[in-house]
């Protein structure tokens, strides 16, 4: 298959990047490499979608610095960029509502440049008149995530379902997490496996952002971790520290109270 006949594809990874790490960035490296690899995929796009804060994740500091920290990490790369849409809503929107926003974009988009010429921008290119079809959308994550949909109550299965279904994930491995055992213990999982590419990350590493932000409230060094301008920025703006990690501590996340109607 030629490069001009693949299908043309975008990642999407939502998360709380609190703070965005090198691992993060990795992961969207890795899914690319993989995707190309299959000689059945272009990647033209990677989106980062910091979550809201309304999500109410223990220590998740404002959105503002989130996304602030994540658009100086993601600086020096030409085609991933952080998308603010989800901190921008009223309250925290469910994964499957996020996708369904940027497929939405994507349409307006491709109707928009019709008829336009082809600009420097890779998505653009793709949406301009020479390319009939939308590209994929798929959301990108690494295997801990795909574990938590085995969590009673935070997700519903009307959304994994869509996921699976109508857009596709793209796992990285994780040490201490077995992706293909989740999925076999999962019927729905196993239903839409052919739409499950897992990567191995041969290259473990364990970087998280806890740990980072645990380093740096003991004022160790996290240089090498995550880029030097996002160290920078976070001593600037003192923005780890006791008092942030307590903030929603003994809170319930928002998906669980959402989707607890035992409650
Ligand atoms: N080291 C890693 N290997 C594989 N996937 C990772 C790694 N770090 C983060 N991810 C993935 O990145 C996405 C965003 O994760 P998140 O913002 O929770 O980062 P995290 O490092 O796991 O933070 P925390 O420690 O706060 O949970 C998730 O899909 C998560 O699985
Ligand atoms: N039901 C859902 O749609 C649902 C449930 C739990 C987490 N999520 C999302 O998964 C991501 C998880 O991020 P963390 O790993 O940082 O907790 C967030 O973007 C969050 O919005 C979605
Ligand atoms: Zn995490």
Redesign the pocket.
């Known amino acids: 298959m030629s490069v001009k006949s693949r299908i043309p594809l975008i990642l999407l990874a939502?998360?709380?990047f609190?703070p965005i790490t090198n691992m993060h960035m990795r992961l969207f490296e890795l899914a690319r490499d993989h995707l190309h690899q299959t000689g059945r995929y272009q990647v033209i796009e990677g989106i980062m979608?910091p979550?809201n804060d309304d999500?109410r994740?223990k220590g998740l500091v404002s959105a503002r610095h989130r996304i602030a920290m994540a658009k100086l990490a993601l600086e020096t790369s030409d085609w991933i960029r952080v998308d603010p849409w989800e901190t921008e809503q009223e309250s925290?929107t469910?994964?499957?509502k996020v996708l369904r926003h940027h497929y939405n974009e994507l349409q307006s988009k491709k109707e928009f440049m019709k008829n336009k010429q082809p600009t420097e921008r890779s998505t653009e290119n793709f949406l301009s008149s020479q390319c009939s079809a939308l590209p994929e959308l798929k959301l990108l994550c690494g295997a801990?995530?795909l574990q938590?949909f085995q969590t009673p109550n935070?997700?519903?299965k009307e959304?994994i379902q869509e996921i699976l279904e109508q857009f596709g994930l793209v796992c990285i491995s994780r040490a201490g997490s077995d992706p293909a055992q989740y999925i076999n213990e999962s019927e729905l999982l196993t239903k839409f496996q052919h739409n499950i590419f897992l990567v191995k990350e041969w290259i473990q590493n364990e970087i998280s952002s806890t740990q980072i932000r645990y380093a740096l409230s003991r004022g160790l060094s996290v240089k090498y971790l995550i880029p030097d301008s996002v160290i920078a920025y976070i001593a600037y703006h003192n923005i780890y520290t006791e008092e942030s990690e307590q903030k929603n501590e003994g809170d319930l996340?928002q998906?669980l109270k959402l989707?607890n109607t035992a409650m």
């Open positions: 939502c998360g709380s609190n979608s979550v999500y994740k925290w469910e994964t499957v801990d995530f938590t935070l997700w519903k959304h996340l998906p989707h």
